[in-house]
């Protein structure tokens, strides 16, 4: 008997969140000049660009696997002639793959743009202002919630046989039983997040000159520029893997039979793997303002003159990755080629080769790694599967 079931990757459980129109660098630039006596001008600017992501996967599997094999549990009674019992094997694999909740985002950050702004040659008596408001949000939320159950139960039996009272002549009573063989692997890939705030390859330019401009004039130029990125990652896993392996190929019963009894009972194997990787958090953030060349200039401007150049840049970044993992791993292996009662038998016996018991368990838990930077290496696919790949490179990375 062989189970495989595989629950993967579906839009039910991942999200992919791709920002294809970024804001494009732009120059923007203002000149006051030239103006007359007693005048009054003005530059007014106000740019917001606002981003706001939201990834939610919540994830619930139950996995109930019960198999039943017995190809012994024979009564052999009473007869007159040649007796030979022969129990076939027992074979189950069972195969649980479970992957899912994962997030991928990308996402602008602040763009370069070149600034140029100018007050000049204004005639006295004028008031010239420029002001210039920019502020660009970027709020990234990437939740998961997983509990994944595999409770696995597999009973094989071979065994179980029972010989009596039989006149074999010439043919001896002979028993074999059937080898036992069980494979149960469970795997589960569940909560991966990745972030990737981008900025632009090249910075932005700078420029900002009050220059002649007549006596009593009032010149000012205020920029004002906020970045504000915040990302948060967060990952809930509850992983149970429940697994209970029976094997019993003994427990046979040879008795008061006339003639050589010969029993020969199968191999018990069980190989039990629990694979359980969880909870990773990947962000990359490149915002904020990038400024290449600034250049700020207040010069040759008449007596009694109020000039002012204010900058207020201000970059705030907020990470924030949580995980919570609890995984429980119950594996349990019983296994039986003895217990066999051979009694009151007329004639030789032979129970010198009982089987083999072979058990081979393996737990490997793995998560709740989280890596920030702002350079990070994360190549973007519609393909939500590659995360999967990312997810198993992050826990190389960090060497989980």
Request: aromatic fraction near 2%.
């Amino acid at each position: 008997m062989k189970i495989n079931r595989k629950i993967a990757a579906t839009l039910a459980t991942s999200a992919l969140f791709m920002q294809m129109m970024v804001a494009a660098t732009f120059a923007m630039s203002c000149s006051i000049t030239g103006n007359g006596s007693s005048t009054t001008n003005n530059c007014d600017f106000t740019i917001s660009r606002t981003t706001d992501v939201n990834q939610d996967n919540d994830m619930d599997v139950d996995n109930d696997v019960n198999i039943d094999q017995n190809s012994g549990d024979n009564e052999v009674e009473d007869n007159l002639g040649e007796v030979t019992v022969n129990t076939g094997d027992n074979t189950a694999d069972v195969t649980l793959t479970t992957e899912g909740n994962t997030n991928a985002a990308n996402t602008q950050g602040s763009s370069a743009h070149n600034y140029d702004l100018l007050i000049k040659n204004n005639l006295s008596d004028s008031d010239n202002d420029i002001d210039l408001d920019i502020t660009e949000k970027v709020d990234v939320d990437q939740d998961n919630d997983a509990d994944v159950d595999n409770d696995v139960k597999i009973d094989q039996s071979s065994g179980k046989n029972e010989v009596e009272d039989n006149l074999s002549g010439d043919a001896d009573p002979s028993v074999r039983t059937g080898d036992n063989d069980a494979t149960v692997k469970t795997s589960t890939t569940v909560n991966a997040n990745a972030a990737v705030v981008g900025a632009d390859d090249e910075a932005g330019n700078f420029s900002a000159t009050i220059s002649g401009n007549g006596s009593e004039t009032d010149n000012d130029i205020d920029f004002d520029a906020l970045s504000d990125i915040d990302v948060d990652q967060d990952n809930d896993a509850d992983v149970d893997n429940d697994v209970d392996v029976d094997q019993d190929s003994g427990d046979n019963e040879i008795e008061d039979n006339l003639g050589e009894v010969s029993l020969r009972t199968g191999d018990n194997t069980a190989d039990i793997m629990a694979d359980t990787m969880s909870n990773f958090n990947t962000a990359s953030v490149m915002g904020g303002f990038l400024f290449g060349d600034v250049d700020v200039t207040i010069g040759s401007n008449i007596e009694d003159s109020t000039n002012s150049i204010d900058l207020d840049l201000t970059d705030n970044l907020d990470v924030d990755q949580d995980n919570d993992q609890d995984v429980d791993n119950d594996l349990d292996a019983d296994q039986e080629s003895g217990d066999n009662e051979v009694e009151d038998n007329l004639g030789d016996v032979d129970v010198n080769d009982t089987g083999d018991n072979d058990t081979t368990v393996s737990a490997s838990t793995s998560g709740n790694a989280n890596a920030f930077g702002g350079d990070l290496d994360i190549d973007f696919d519609v393909d939500l599967s590659e995360l999967m790949s990312l997810l198993s490179a992050l826990a190389n990375a960090l060497g989980l």
